[in-house]
């Protein structure tokens, strides 16, 4: 069972690219306040943020792809029967 996600236990969940939508969200505020601190160490972290910033850019990307396929392939989810899988 999840906990955040929208499955048939938990019907009121995210789709998957918003929650990734809301941590992209957070680090982004996260960063933004690092980006004048010229310590090493500071650097080093803007630098991974960034880095993890695209990659959860290109995974938001890629659930949205999967909810376009689902939505055309399957229509709307019904609550209590999922559109693929068991």
């Known amino acids: 069972m999840t ?3 929208v499955t048939d236990d938990n019907p009121d969940g995210y789709k998957l690219e918003d ?3 809301l941590i992209r ?3 982004f505020v996260r ?3 690092i980006m004048e601190d010229s310590r ?4 080093i972290v803007l630098d991974n943020n960034v880095k993890i910033l695209g990659l959860l850019s290109k995974a ?5 792809d999967s909810t376009s396929i689902l939505q055309k392939s399957f229509g709307p989810s019904r609550e209590g029967q999922p559109r693929i899988g068991v």
Do not use: G, N, S
Request: aromatic content about 4%.
């Open 25 to 27: 969200k957070d680090i």
């Open 3 to 5: 906990h955040f996600l």
């Open 19 to 21: 929650m990734l939508k």
């Open 40 to 43: 090493p160490e500071a650097q």
């Open 60 to 64: 938001i990307a890629k659930a949205e």
């Open 31 to 33: 960063t933004t306040k």
